[in-house]
């Protein structure tokens, strides 16, 4: 089973008085806008459905580009989204501000809220009640989800980034079956949209381990992390162990190349978007063991 739906993305201004955009601007919006609805889709349906979208015309005034959204079901249900039956993909595109008519959808709750975050949020009876600051609003589990998604916010930022050229000044989303503007963003309306910094979230904490470490680099200047190599890995750490320090600053000892070091080692995992990071600190030397052959270390 597939349902198609249709709708405009028309970019207005002085510099698209002729009618062209320049193909390095529009193709990250086409992409961005790809990934926006996939997303979205991948959000509500899990593998459930697929959508694909096409760009099927370049209409008459202004720069107008007709989407066209083509959204396959795993199978002959129909979706039921925000407890009533709609087709998956009008419903998407509703909430999304794309299609259908204004309310609360995520580009006017990202213009609502702007940049700062909501006063407070409950839940209710499987509904998300939010204070803008300005009055209260009711939006379903999905909804405050795809608000909350970091790729949905870089992707509708990149679709409306052609509003950064000089004399572009508005982006409107229009409904082809009703011929209705769904939603419009103006140039003033832009830095609204800027997507929030991506914070790392911390993992559980991991035990301070010993390992046996080659020295990469050494660097003794405030900041400069050391490298090190740990088998087949290499990381940078902070250097910890100020008396192992004094004893190199002093001439007490040096390290060559070869040489190894047993030491205590802190990792911290945190998680940025999908990735799992790490930072390393070394707590304690315990062990330098030199190489046979003493070849300084540059």
């Known amino acids: 089973m597939a349902e198609t739906k249709t709708f405009r993305i028309k970019y207005d201004g002085e510099a698209l008085a002729d009618h062209t955009i320049d193909v390095n601007e529009l193709a990250p919006a086409l992409m961005a806008l790809g990934?926006?609805?996939?997303?979205?889709?991948?959000?509500?349906?899990?593998?459930?459905?697929?959508v694909s979208i096409k760009v099927k015309a370049t209409e008459t005034g202004c720069f107008q580009i007709s989407i066209q959204a083509i959204?396959?079901?795993a199978d002959d249900a129909v979706t039921l989204l925000a407890g009533q039956q709609f087709t998956a993909l009008a419903n998407l595109l509703q909430i999304l501000g794309f299609a259908g008519?204004?309310?609360?959808?995520?580009?006017?709750?990202?213009?609502?809220?702007?940049?700062?975050?909501?006063?407070s949020i409950s839940e209710n009876?499987?509904?998300?009640?939010?204070?803008?600051?300005?009055?209260?609003v009711t939006i379903s589990?999905?909804?405050w989800e795809m608000y909350q998604s970091r790729k949905i916010r870089k992707s509708i930022y990149g679709i409306l980034k052609p509003l950064e050229k000089p004399g572009v000044e508005m982006v409107e989303f229009i409904d082809v079956e009703s011929n209705v503007v769904a939603?419009?963003?103006?140039?003033?309306?832009?830095?609204?949209?800027?997507?929030?910094?991506?914070k790392p979230e911390p993992l559980q904490e991991l035990p301070i381990r010993e390992t046996y470490?080659?020295?990469?680099h050494m660097w003794f200047k405030d900041g400069n992390k050391w490298k090190f190599s740990e088998g087949e890995s290499e990381w940078p750490a902070e250097m910890k162990d100020q008396n192992f320090l004094v004893k190199l600053l002093k001439g007490e000892t040096s390290i060559h190349a070869n040489d190894f070091l047993k030491v205590k080692v802190k990792q911290v995992q945190y998680r940025e978007g999908a990735s799992v990071k790490s930072t390393y600190e070394i707590i304690e030397v315990l062990e330098h063991t030199r190489s046979p052959k003493q070849t300084l270390l540059m």
Do not use: C, H, Y
Request: aromatic share 2%; net charge negative; charged share 25%.
């Open 35 to 50: 990934d926006l609805i996939q997303e979205a889709n991948s959000l509500a349906n899990q593998d459930r459905s697929s």
């Open 71 to 73: 959204q396959t079901l």
């Open 101 to 119: 008519m204004s309310g609360a959808t995520i580009l006017w709750l990202i213009k609502k809220l702007g940049n700062k975050p909501p006063k």
């Open 125 to 136: 009876e499987g509904r998300i009640e939010i204070d803008t600051g300005s009055g209260a």
């Open 141 to 143: 589990k999905l909804q």
């Open 183 to 198: 939603t419009t963003v103006q140039k003033s309306e832009l830095q609204l949209f800027i997507p929030p910094e991506e």
């Open 213 to 216: 470490v080659n020295v990469v």
